[in-house]
């Protein structure tokens, strides 16, 4: 998992609420056992609609995703966080996501910021006026800042999810940190007990 200290970038403005895994990517997506490969299945059902605001040329290239409460429900599927982070979203801002969706995106480096409803439709409205307007997420200071349209705000992140991002950790990362000690217990071991290799 690579670092993220900042997101920045245009966004784009989906706003729907109840936004579920398989509306993100539909269950027939997860037979595949690569971990890439997901950006054609993101939205897919929503994107055969023209009028979709995916498929709206002004939005291309978004690295923020707007999106309205609960965000992420239904069933787990880490796929939704790689469909989203493969094409080219950084962050997804939205008044609240699923413990699940925000477990999955907090893990593969996909940055889940909370802010108030109002804010979130504040951000909604100047980014359908403006396509360009940028979006500033500062993950150390837990800020989010769009002067545009007018917006300074905080947002929620425990200590453990913000260090894991900036420092780029992964579950396997975290593990790895323990390795020394991981290797001295496995010594230690009476030989007739399983080993790991």
């Known amino acids: 998992m690579e670092s993220v200290r900042r997101v920045a970038g245009r966004a ?44 709206d040329a002004r939005y291309r290239g ?7 409460r609960n965000f992420g429900s239904g069933s787990s599927r880490e796929h939704a966080a790689w469909a989203l982070l493969e094409s080219g979203f950084r962050a997804v801002i939205a008044p609240r996501f699923a413990d699940i969706f925000r477990s999955n995106a907090l893990k593969n480096g996909l940055v889940p910021v909370e802010l108030p409803d109002e804010t979130v439709t504040t951000l909604v409205a100047a980014v359908e006026r403006d396509p360009t307007l940028e979006i500033a997420i500062d993950v150390e200071r837990r800020t989010v800042t769009a002067p545009a349209a007018g917006v300074s705000a ?18 396997i990362a975290l593990t790895l940190r323990h390795e020394r000690d991981i290797a001295a217990y496995e010594a230690r071991r009476p030989q007739w007990l399983p080993r790991v290799r």
């Open 62 to 68: 978004a690295a923020i995703l707007l999106a309205g």
């Open 154 to 171: 905080t947002f929620p992140l425990d200590d453990h999810a913000r260090q894991r991002l900036l420092e780029g950790l992964d579950d």
């Open 12 to 55: 784009l403005p989906l706003g729907r609420a109840d936004v579920d895994t398989d509306q993100i990517i539909p269950s027939h997506w997860l037979k595949r056992i690569e971990r890439t490969g997901y950006a054609p299945g993101l939205f897919e059902a929503w994107r055969a609609d023209p009028s979709f605001v995916m498929n």
